[in-house]
């Protein structure tokens, strides 16, 4: 028979091989599904990872992976302090949508003016709302001992539905007859958050991205509190006889987090995106959750994963447009990398054991 039997300590290579064996697992799974739609595996799989990197139009697309991962790895790093402590915030997508909300009606308050403090206060105005939202699951489990996963995750179709109402009554534009959405935030170069270098797709959301990743390597390497995650997260029982209050711990990491989802939020709405639409809600919240585990919950871990997930996006579109490959492929493309990330880690902690069982030995594991 075969079964499963847990290593004495967790195995450094597996952990170290896991990502690149999921990746590769990933492609295979996915060339079989893309076959099974009658496309050729080996052109998508090519079309989706190599052409927007070494392709022909490698020059566009190169600019498009940094707008993609700037928010996925903004978003990552603040989950992925949280992760390593135990505290499983789920709803980022949430907070993301509702910094978007909050920093472009801060921006909005103030149109037409063309003040320099108008996207610093929308950025302040971003962090806030990713941060108030986040606090709500925070809150509960800690003064009502609620499961923050549903708490955070439930709240996430909250924040679809304030944003469905802002994009078709208080924050729609006057001028746009019978068109749900804000005004563009992204033609008033006062809320604008331009490209900062031609060609590259770095805006600001990129460049606070990059503060986040220097931000919590520090944290974790350096800073008590980084010591204080990785004990809760290690041995929750230990981290309470050294002084750590888990309480504390639970809002500290939902806020960064809150807030760092926020900040992508604005970034993006102020961005790429341009205004508070409907369909703003783009899913990075979730799929930053992958780029968290994908890059091992370390800081620098992520901007790889980052970019490696931004690749999938920007060459998933490529995909659909050129391969008539649908978006949920993309999708269900995507959502494998975490599913055999999970799978593979398994062996991080376990060998698997072919053979037989006897009874006496069968007997003892079964009680």
């Keep these: 028979m075969i079964r499963l039997e847990r290593r004495p300590t967790p195995s450094r290579i597996w952990g170290a091989a896991s990502p690149l064996l999921a990746v590769l697992l990933t492609m295979a799974a996915g060339g079989l599904m893309f076959a099974g739609l009658g496309t050729d595996p080996f052109e998508a799989i090519r079309t989706i990872f190599w052409d927007p990197v070494f392709g022909e139009f490698a020059w566009y697309f190169r600019g498009q992976l940094l707008v993609k991962a700037g928010p996925l790895i903004l978003i990552a790093v603040?989950?992925?302090?949280?992760?390593?402590?135990?505290?499983?915030?789920?709803?980022?997508?949430?907070?993301?949508?509702?910094?978007?909300?909050?920093?472009a009606a801060a921006g909005l308050a103030f149109y037409p003016s063309d003040s320099v403090l108008?996207?610093?206060?929308?950025?302040?105005?971003?962090?806030?709302?990713g941060w108030a939202w986040a606090m709500i699951p925070a809150l509960l489990r800690v003064r009502l001992g609620t499961n923050e996963i549903l708490v955070s995750l439930m709240l996430?179709?909250?924040?679809?539905?304030?944003?469905?109402?802002?994009?078709?009554?208080?924050?729609r534009n006057p001028e746009a007859v019978g068109f749900p959405g804000s005004r563009n935030l992204s033609?008033?170069?006062?809320?604008?958050?331009?490209?900062?270098?031609?060609?590259?797709?770095?805006?600001?959301?990129?460049?606070?991205?990059?503060?986040?990743?220097?931000?919590?390597?520090?944290?974790?390497?350096?800073?008590?509190?980084?010591?204080?995650?990785?004990?809760t997260g290690a041995a929750p029982r230990a981290a309470r006889f050294a002084g750590v209050r888990p309480g504390q711990l639970v809002l500290i990491c939902f806020g960064l987090a809150g807030a760092l989802a926020g900040l992508a939020g604005l970034f993006e709405v102020t961005g790429p995106a341009g205004q508070i639409s409907i369909d703003f809600a783009s899913g990075y919240?979730?799929?930053?959750?992958?780029?968290?585990?994908?890059?091992?919950?370390?800081?620098l871990g992520i901007v790889a994963a980052g970019l490696l997930m931004a690749l999938t996006y920007v060459g998933g579109d490529n995909a659909a447009t050129n391969l008539g490959l649908p978006v949920a492929a993309i999708s269900a493309f995507q959502g494998m990398l975490l599913f055999f990330l999970l799978a593979v880690d398994v062996l991080s902690n376990f060998r698997i054991r072919i053979g037989r069982v006897l009874p006496v030995q069968a007997v003892k594991e079964a009680t």
Excluded at 85 to 94: C, F
Excluded at 289 to 299: D, K
């Design 78 to 103: 603040g989950l992925a302090l949280g992760f390593r402590a135990g505290v499983w915030n789920i709803g980022a997508e949430g907070q993301y949508i509702i910094g978007a909300i909050c920093g």
């Design 118 to 129: 108008i996207f610093p206060l929308m950025v302040a105005a971003g962090a806030l709302g």
């Design 156 to 171: 996430v179709y909250v924040a679809e539905n304030i944003l469905a109402s802002a994009a078709v009554s208080w924050l």
């Design 187 to 231: 033609r008033w170069d006062a809320a604008a958050n331009p490209e900062l270098i031609a060609g590259t797709g770095a805006h600001w959301g990129v460049v606070a991205a990059i503060i986040a990743v220097i931000f919590a390597h520090i944290v974790l390497t350096r800073h008590l509190l980084g010591f204080q995650i990785r004990l």
């Design 285 to 299: 919240g979730f799929t930053a959750i992958i780029v968290a585990f994908l890059g091992r919950l370390n800081p």
